[in-house]
């Protein structure tokens, strides 16, 4: 089976037969435009005449070797002669006259363009043939992989962080500020939760919880920081819920459970975790 690689090389080969044939008249543009005619730019107007001459073999050649539909010969930005490559096709007339053809600014003018032309097709190709070899290099090493992973990770962060929070069970677009209410004596007596420093997230935690709460518990939170971490979850504190309701969200949309339960069992076990370290 012939790879993208074969046809390019066959299509090279083609025009490189057909261009060894014409190159008789000296160098000229060549190059197969959308609609399948073969361009041939002169750059002078002894060329356009040394190729009018032969422009039945020319035409003909065009055909068995490129397949094309039509011919063109263009000089000095305009079309000299076009028709069907086949027998029997119709010349048109030539759209400049013989004063502009001999006008050095409109051959320097063709000159550029054609130049232009040619170099945009090398270039072009060259960044193709350079992105497909990055890309095969990166599919081998694994590269490619990752930065996908990545890209996927930073998505569903975003979508996780424009989502409404879970609070208590409870599904809300705006966290409320706690009501100030009078301590008892039995809140009064209870230990202070101590200030931590901003509760965050591992890079692309999204790839590293699971549906067992506790172990997903602890390879979020930082061994070092567990203790603070605990006591702010168990305080219920605002960041406190913003973070496991971040967490809660990633476990939902990966196992499709719903959110409010997967927060409560996640609350609950930060609880149970909580009070292991609470001396006896």
């Given at each position: 089976?012939?790879?993208?690689?074969?046809?390019?090389?066959?299509?090279?080969?083609?025009?490189?037969r057909?261009?060894?044939?014409?190159?008789?008249?000296?160098?000229?543009?060549?190059?197969?435009?959308?609609?399948?005619?073969?361009?041939?730019?002169?750059?002078?107007?002894?060329?356009?005449?040394?190729?009018?001459?032969?422009?039945?073999?020319?035409?003909?050649?065009?055909?068995?070797?490129?397949?094309?539909?039509?011919?063109?010969?263009?000089?000095?930005k305009?079309?000299?002669?076009?028709g069907?490559?086949?027998?029997?096709?119709?010349?048109?007339?030539?759209?400049?006259?013989?004063?502009?053809?001999?006008?050095?600014a409109?051959?320097?003018?063709?000159?550029?363009?054609?130049?232009?032309?040619?170099?945009?097709?090398?270039?072009?190709?060259?960044?193709?043939?350079?992105i497909?070899?990055a890309?095969?290099?990166?599919?081998?090493?694994?590269?490619?992989?990752?930065?996908?992973?990545?890209?996927?990770?930073?998505?569903?962060?975003t979508f996780?962080?424009?989502?409404?929070?879970?609070?208590?069970?409870?599904?809300?677009?705006?966290?409320?500020?706690?009501?100030?209410?009078?301590?008892?004596?039995?809140?009064?007596?209870k230990?202070k939760?101590?200030?931590?420093?901003?509760?965050k997230l591992?890079?692309?935690?999204?790839?590293?919880?699971i549906?067992?709460?506790?172990?997903?518990?602890?390879?979020?939170i930082?061994e070092?920081?567990?203790?603070?971490?605990?006591?702010?979850?168990a305080?219920?504190?605002?960041?406190?819920?913003?973070?496991?309701t971040?967490?809660?969200?990633?476990?939902?949309?990966?196992?499709k459970?719903?959110?409010?339960?997967?927060?409560?069992?996640?609350?609950?076990?930060?609880?149970?975790?909580?009070?292991?370290?609470?001396?006896?």
């Open positions: 089976m012939l790879t993208n690689e074969d046809f390019s090389k066959l299509e090279r080969s083609r025009f490189s057909f261009a060894d044939d014409i190159l008789q008249v000296g160098k000229v543009g060549l190059y197969r435009d959308a609609d399948n005619q073969i361009q041939i730019h002169c750059f002078d107007l002894e060329q356009v005449n040394e190729l009018m001459v032969r422009l039945e073999h020319i035409r003909r050649m065009a055909f068995l070797v490129l397949g094309g539909d039509r011919l063109l010969i263009c000089f000095a305009a079309v000299h002669w076009q069907s490559t086949l027998e029997g096709g119709l010349e048109s007339e030539s759209s400049f006259d013989e004063d502009e053809l001999e006008s050095p409109m051959a320097t003018a063709t000159i550029d363009q054609t130049v232009d032309q040619v170099i945009d097709q090398e270039v072009d190709k060259a960044v193709n043939e350079a497909d070899q890309l095969s290099q990166r599919m081998k090493d694994g590269s490619l992989e990752q930065r996908v992973r990545e890209r996927v990770g930073a998505r569903i962060t996780i962080n424009t989502q409404p929070q879970v609070q208590n069970g409870a599904t809300t677009a705006v966290a409320e500020p706690p009501v100030s209410e009078p301590e008892s004596d039995t809140e009064a007596s230990p939760a101590r200030k931590s420093s901003k509760m591992p890079k692309n935690f999204e790839f590293q919880v549906n067992r709460y506790r172990i997903c518990l602890e390879r979020l930082p070092k920081d567990r203790s603070e971490y605990l006591d702010e979850i305080a219920q504190s605002d960041q406190a819920q913003a973070w496991l971040k967490v809660a969200q990633a476990i939902a949309l990966k196992y459970k719903e959110e409010a339960k997967v927060y409560n069992g996640l609350l609950t076990e930060a609880q149970k975790m909580h009070k292991s370290l609470q001396p006896a």
